[in-house]
């Protein structure tokens, strides 16, 4: 009963974090299922995956409700991410599972310290009219 509600735990914490900051699988999943559940590093980074998928799905139907998410970025960022990490997944087993964590904690702190240093990101704004395209016309003044 304990394991199922601290896994409920970790899945609000994620849900809530999810939804707010755009993150929650590996930022918040994957380390507390190795300090609270006990998990190894490569089954909670494997089960993290697992939950991602329908956290990001509820998420992204109120974001696309919303109208905040810019599909070129969204299209292309996917494409290169589904088709890297399908194969980058497949040599996770060939790690240990402490090289895996060291490797997760560098990359945690690394764009920690970026995200505090950098200014704040620019908005994304989005035309208030599509963009037109140049016309095939010649002008008629010259």
């Given at each position: 009963?304990?394991?199922?509600?601290?896994?409920?735990?970790i899945?609000?914490?994620?849900?809530?974090?999810?939804?707010?900051?755009?993150?929650?699988?590996?930022?918040?999943?994957?380390?507390?299922?190795?300090?609270?559940?006990?998990l190894?590093?490569?089954?909670?980074?494997?089960?993290?995956?697992?939950?991602?998928?329908?956290?990001?799905?509820?998420?992204?139907a109120?974001?696309?409700?919303?109208d905040?998410?810019?599909?070129?970025?969204?299209?292309?960022?996917?494409?290169?991410?589904?088709?890297?990490?399908?194969?980058?997944?497949?040599?996770?087993?060939?790690?240990?599972?402490?090289?895996?964590?060291?490797i997760?904690?560098?990359?945690?702190?690394?764009?920690?310290?970026?995200?505090?240093?950098?200014?704040?990101?620019?908005?994304?704004?989005?035309?208030?009219?599509?963009?037109?395209?140049?016309?095939?016309?010649?002008?008629?003044?010259?």
């Amino acid at each position: 009963m304990n394991f199922l509600l601290v896994s409920l735990g970790i899945g609000i914490t994620a849900g809530v974090l999810a939804a707010l900051c755009g993150v929650g699988g590996g930022v918040i999943m994957v380390p507390a299922f190795g300090l609270l559940l006990g998990l190894d590093q490569k089954h909670a980074l494997a089960t993290s995956m697992a939950v991602i998928v329908p956290t990001a799905i509820a998420a992204t139907a109120q974001h696309v409700k919303n109208d905040l998410i810019d599909w070129r970025v969204a299209i292309a960022t996917a494409i290169a991410a589904t088709l890297t990490s399908y194969f980058v997944a497949d040599t996770v087993k060939q790690f240990r599972n402490e090289t895996l964590t060291r490797i997760f904690a560098v990359v945690i702190i690394l764009f920690g310290v970026m995200m505090l240093v950098t200014p704040t990101t620019k908005s994304a704004q989005k035309p208030s009219q599509p963009p037109t395209l140049p016309s095939n016309s010649t002008d008629e003044t010259s």
